[in-house]
Nanobody
């Protein structure tokens, strides 16, 4: 079992930046995909960005060009740099890890960190 703890959320004005961090309790080098999801009030949780162990990244269309995901396997950390924030980015942001071990699949979630973007 891997525990994930997010930090870095807060209140920011539109156009501002935030950097979210996700600290894992164990090595993430074997976790195939690390990602960030978000859930706005009254909406479903959605993928924001993810990154494979090989460094391949994937972004939601709504954040492309503004957000950057990165992972540091040596430090067991995942980051989400968020620039040019918009009010519609307001949500609780969750760190996620997806691991495939043979036929077994594991999905780990953090507790979330809130981000509020004021207009």
């Amino acid at each position: 079992q891997v525990q994930l703890v997010e930090s870095g959320g807060g209140l920011v004005q539109a156009g501002g930046s935030l950097r979210l961090s996700c600290a894992a309790s164990k090595s993430i080098s074997s976790i195939n995909v690390m990602g960030w999801y978000r859930q706005a009030p009254g909406k479903q949780r959605e993928l924001v960005a993810d990154i494979t162990t090989g460094g391949t990244t994937n972004y939601a269309d709504s954040v492309k060009g503004r957000f950057t995901i990165s992972r540091d396997n040596a430090k067991n950390m995942v980051y989400l740099q968020m620039n040019s924030l918009k009010p519609e980015d307001t949500a609780v942001y969750y760190c996620n890890g997806r691991a495939f071990y043979g036929i077994n699949f594991y999905s780990y979630w953090g507790q979330g960190t809130p981000v509020t973007v004021s207009s």
